[in-house]
T-cell receptor, first 111, second 116 residues
């Protein structure tokens, strides 16, 4: 079945460091790919998305590129801030109403 | 906009009792609501999908008689865990989607259930 694999956390970085959170997927076909973010005490929010190969999703300084050849959708940010501390989820969607999530990666940014 | 609330945010109940969790869409009409369960350090697992006015569709392995889902209005869905046991302790998250929204789901903040 479809699945998403995320790098295990937690990840702790200093402010202004470069961030990469790895995400790879297994699917029969070409799903849409998403990154969701969950801030403390809040629900998951859509951070960015890509619906086809080579698409780049971006939002709030975060970027991820849909790589069909490596079945990956790694999340990156050039300079993280304390306010980026949250749990990040990679997910895929095939148009059957169901989102398939990775395990989530907890990110902590220290000043 | 697109806010989803859950109540309660956490609940402790005794083994054998039932507990109800509410999921509300505050500023839009949710034709479809989803219920997820999340174990520590694991991904969100979809339990069931409910459409307003219809019976919920449960994922394989989810006991429909144990996890009762009601979606009686366009702004409210409830999940009732019946005859709860310690293994039902988990984090339950709902999400809601408006008609024609495709993949776009709006998530509630979750409910922590502890069964003693």
């Amino acid at each position: 079945g479809d699945s998403v694999t995320q790098m295990e956390g937690p990840v702790t970085l200093s402010e202004e460091a470069f961030l990469t959170i790895n995400c790879t997927y297994t699917a029969t076909g070409y799903p849409s790919l998403f990154w969701y973010v969950q801030y403390p005490g809040e629900g998951l929010q859509l951070l960015l998305k890509a619906t086809k190969a080579d698409d780049k999703g971006s939002n709030k300084g975060f970027e991820a590129t849909y790589r069909k050849e490596t079945t990956s959708f790694h999340l990156e940010k050039g300079s993280v801030q304390v306010s980026d501390s949250a749990v990040y989820f990679c997910a895929l969607y095939f148009g059957n109403e169901k989102l398939t999530f990775g395990t989530g990666t907890r990110l902590t940014i220290i000043p | 906009g697109a806010v989803v609330s859950q109540h309660p945010s956490w609940v402790i109940c005794k083994s054998g009792t039932s507990v109800k969790i509410e999921c509300r869409s505050l500023d839009f009409q949710a034709t479809t609501m989803f219920w997820y369960r999340q174990f520590p350090k694991q991904s969100l697992m979809l339990m069931a999908t409910s459409n307003e006015g219809s019976k919920a569709t449960y994922e394989q392995g989810v006991e429909k008689d144990k996890f009762l889902i009601n979606h009686a209005s366009l702004t409210l869905s409830t999940l009732t865990v019946t005859s709860a046991h310690p293994e039902d302790s988990s984090f339950y998250i709902c999400s809601a989607r408006a008609l024609g929204q495709g993949y776009e789901q709006y998530f509630g903040p979750g409910t922590r259930l502890t069964v003693t």
